[in-house]
């Protein structure tokens, strides 16, 4: 039998790199994904809302949640914590949907350890000083958190080969089409495609 099941996909990059605007590329222009929707305990940016980008939570609401074992995983990100719901990852691997985890480096760490079948993508961008210039143009940080997440992609910088694959993101269009192709071949890893391959087995075996 054909595998049906979703993969699940981490996607990480630093902050800057377009990894945002990448996932929301994908969920519009291609089928079958679903973006995991994360808690944080950092403040809304304007024109973000609850429940779309984040869920927005307060430090008591997220250690009661870390209580309650409702998180995948989870992370202290420059000062606020970020983590993953599990339910909704679960229902929707299920569901046969391709489940992208936009989250930071130790949470890619720790999927990998917990769902070792999760295929961990890092974006890059096309180069060092266009990831300041994206940083510092958004204008949604102060100084100071932009040095913070600089400084921060200077430490994931050393756990980039610890991902599966990289995607550049410099024309938007094509990055995500390519990191649609690159999804979407996931699906015919041997491993995840044993049941097909050992009822094959069988039907030969039997000539
Ligand atoms: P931002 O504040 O820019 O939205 O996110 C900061 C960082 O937190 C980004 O690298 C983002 O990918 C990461 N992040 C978002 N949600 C999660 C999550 O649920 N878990 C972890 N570990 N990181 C997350």
Do not use: W
């Not at 999927?111 to 994206?134: D, G, Q, T, Y």
């Not at 200077?154 to 024309?171: H, L, Q, S, T």
Request: proline share 2%; glycine share 6%.
């Amino acid at each position: 039998m054909k595998n049906d099941k979703g993969v699940l996909v981490v996607i990480s990059g630093f902050s800057g790199c377009g990894k945002g605007t990448m996932m929301k590329e994908l969920l519009e222009n291609y089928d079958n994904y679903a973006l995991s929707i994360s808690a944080t305990t950092r403040s809304p940016r304007i024109g973000e809302v609850d429940g779309r980008e984040y869920f927005f939570k307060t430090k008591e609401e997220f250690k009661k949640m870390i209580d309650e074992q409702a998180f995948l995983e989870y992370a202290c990100y420059v000062d606020n914590y970020y983590g993953t719901p599990k339910a909704y990852v679960e229902k929707c691997l299920e569901e046969g949907k391709d489940v992208l985890l936009e989250i930071e480096i130790q949470g890619a760490h720790h999927v990998k350890e917990l769902m070792p079948e999760a295929v961990l993508i890092f974006i890059l961008p096309p180069s060092a000083e266009e990831l300041k210039n994206r940083l510092s143009g958004r204008g949604t940080e102060t100084e100071d958190v932009i040095q913070a997440r600089l400084d921060r992609a200077k430490e994931e910088a050393y756990g980039i080969e610890e991902y599966d694959y990289v995607v550049v993101n410099d024309n938007l269009e094509e990055s995500v089409a390519q990191l649609n192709a690159l999804i979407k071949s996931l699906h015919c890893d041997t491993f995840r495609n044993k049941e097909l391959i050992n009822n094959i087995r069988e039907g030969v075996n039997r000539f």
